[in-house]
C-alpha cells in the first residue's frame, strides 16, 4: 500500500499575486508570511478554511479540473476579484 503525500506548493507569479495549492491555501502560516488576505479557490470541494476571520476574503469557482470545464465564464469575477 502506498501513502499518498501532498506537498506545498507556491510560486510567485507577479508581486502581490501567488499560485499555490489546496496545501498551502489551509495553512495560516504561510498565508500570513506572504500577507495573504484574498484566495480564489478553484476546486468544488476544498473548504476555504479561514472564510469566518476577518481580515481573509474568499471566491469559490466550483469546477473541476477538466479539460471539458469552461473556465471563461468565471474570467470577468475572477479578474476583478483579484485587483481587490
Known amino acids: 500500500m502506498t501513502k499518498s503525500v501532498i506537498t506545498f506548493f507556491y510560486q510567485q507569479i ?3 499575486l501567488y499560485l499555490g ?6 495553512d495560516q502560516k504561510i498565508l500570513e508570511k506572504h500577507n495573504i488576505k484574498y484566495v480564489l479557490n478553484v476546486t468544488p470541494n476544498i473548504p476555504n478554511s ?3 476571520e476577518d481580515d ?6 466550483p ?9 471563461s465564464v468565471y474570467f ?3 479578474i476583478e476579484f483579484i485587483g481587490e
Open 50 to 52: 479561514f472564510e469566518h
Open 14 to 16: 507577479i508581486k502581490n
Open 56 to 61: 481573509m476574503k474568499y471566491m469559490q469557482i
Open 63 to 71: 469546477i473541476n479540473d477538466h479539460w471539458s470545464q469552461n473556465l
Open 21 to 26: 495549492n489546496a496545501k498551502c491555501a489551509m
Open 76 to 78: 470577468a469575477r475572477a
